[in-house]
Structures are given as C-alpha cells and as structure tokens.
C-alpha cells in the first residue's frame, strides 16, 4: 500500500522539535544546541543536518536553491533539491536572488543575501574544541567558562610550522563577543560574509546532532593574533577563464593534456548571471 507522505517528509512533530532548538539557536549566537536528529534517507555525513533544518523550515510558497561547494549541479546538490521537491512540491531555482532558502556545503553565494532570505549550511564538524579534548563534557565545559585556550594554541602551532594560520577552510570565529564556532567548511574567504549579514544563517550537523545560528546583524570575526591577523586566500593576478571576475573564490583548473592553469568561478550562479549581463543573452544554466 503506497501511503502519502507528510508535507516536508517529517511529521509535524519533529518539524517543531526542530523549530525549538533552532529557536534557541538564534537567541544564543554561536551555541551548539542539541537536538534529536531524525532517520533521513540518505546517509549522516551528506547533509543530514542543513536538509533537516531545511524541511522544517520550507513553506508551500517558498523558493528552494540548493548550492555543493558552488555548484548548483553536483550529485549532493540534485539529490537534496529532488527529495525536498518531491515532498513538497515547492519550486526550485538556481538563481540566489530568486531564493528564500538557500542550502549550501562548503560555500556561501557570491552574490549578497537579503534581509528575508535564509541560508542553511551543512556542517560536518560542529565542535571547534574537538582537537583541543575529544570529550564532549569537556568541550562544553570549556565553552561555558569562555575558555578558549585551545583554539588559540592550535593556531599559534599553525604560526610555528608554517609562519601563518595554515586553516584552508573552518577557521575558528567568535560570534557576538562570546562563543567560538565553527563556520562549517566554509573557506576563510567567506568568513567576512557572516559579518553583519542581512541575512539568518543557521548551521546544522546531522550526525553530531547539533544546530546553531548566526542572526542577522550579529558581528562574527575570525580568530587572529594582531601581529599575524586574519587573511582570505588571495587570488590577486587571477580572474575567470568564462566571466573575467575577480574579486570571487576561483577554482583552479589544470589541463590534463597540456598541463596549463586556468581559474574560474566556483559559484557556478554567480558565473552564468555575470555572463549573462555582459553578453546580454540567455546563457544556458550548466556549467561545466
């Protein structure tokens, strides 16, 4: 017997348990709280945290993109935007502006989020302690005391080793002044982009079974010691291959025949709207 599923695949329910802790997130800036991660049908680690926050926050009218480290085309990108169409019949898009959720791994849009947009951010590892004390009470402790010791330390080892902060993604940020957090795997490029945003954004770890948030206009700043301050991947000299944009997170491409670099755009949407305006024809949405 084939049974109708429930509006966003979860029953009512669940949706408000985790409305409630999502709730608490935003009221606590940067503090993990825990919630009771549901069974999904695809595998914890995929993005069972971002799509749970996703499903109990999508309305019939809403608008869904779903982003994979820029890509709006990749298999974990397609496969969150399928199930969540499919139990709600909400449209999708690929376009950032025309979104009221946007699900993302690993990036942040190009382009700037508004006021009533809501970016959900998949997180594999919540805890910016883990490395410091693998002991969950321990951790907690720490950021209860506003001990942050540990994160500090494994920076200056980073300074040490390498003679500069060496975090290719992840880097640790304080949020409003109080609690450290992990910006999911975002690369220290989109750091600023939590700064004062306009826009929610809400972090959700499926398998650590935690949620936290940044509310609008919260201030967010990257851990840094004042003689070797925070700094984003440079990609100065550098522009994309397809657009000619530059002040953007490139990707680095390498021929595989004839060995030669080129770059371009991670933010496939960014790429193709930047395309589109310039040339001033319909650019056709894959990207290859």
């Not at 942040?108 to 951010?121: A, G, H, M």
């Not at 994160?151 to 290719?168: D, H, N, V, Y």
């Not at 990257?222 to 953007?248: I, M, Q, R």
């Amino acid at each position: 017997m084939i049974t109708k599923a429930h509006f966003a695949f979860f029953d009512e329910g669940s949706k408000k348990e985790i409305r409630r802790a999502t709730l608490k997130a935003v009221a606590i800036p940067g503090y993990q709280v825990p919630f009771a991660s549901r069974e999904m049908p695809i595998a914890r680690g995929w993005g069972t945290g971002g799509l749970q926050l996703t499903l109990s926050l999508i309305g019939r009218n809403d608008v869904l993109k779903v982003i994979d480290q820029g890509a709006d085309q990749s298999v974990n990108a397609v496969s969150i935007k399928k199930l969540v169409q499919h139990t709600t019949g909400v449209s999708v898009t690929e376009n950032t502006e025309e979104a009221d959720i946007v699900q993302s791994r690993h990036r942040i849009p190009e382009k700037e989020l508004r006021e009533d947009q809501i970016l959900v951010l998949q997180v594999p590892n919540p805890e910016p302690l883990r490395k410091v004390d693998a002991r969950e009470y321990m951790t907690k402790r720490m950021h209860a005391e506003d001990d942050y010791s540990g994160a500090w330390l494994i920076l200056f080892e980073q300074i040490m080793k390498f003679g500069r902060m060496s975090t290719g993604a992840a880097h640790p940020v304080y949020v409003n002044g109080r609690y450290v957090m992990t910006p999911s795997p975002i690369p220290r490029f989109d750091n600023p982009k939590m700064h004062q945003s306009k826009a929610l954004i809400l972090l959700g770890a499926g398998r650590e079974k935690k949620i936290f948030a940044v509310p609008p206009y919260t201030n967010v700043e990257s851990l840094a010691f004042d003689d070797y301050p925070f700094a984003v991947e440079s990609f100065e000299g550098k522009a994309c291959k397809l657009c000619g944009s530059t002040e953007v997170f490139l990707d680095e491409i390498i021929d595989p025949v004839t060995g030669d670099r080129s770059y371009q755009c991670n933010d496939t949407s960014y790429c193709i709207e930047q395309l589109n305006s310039e040339e001033k024809v319909e650019v056709e949405n894959s990207y290859v």
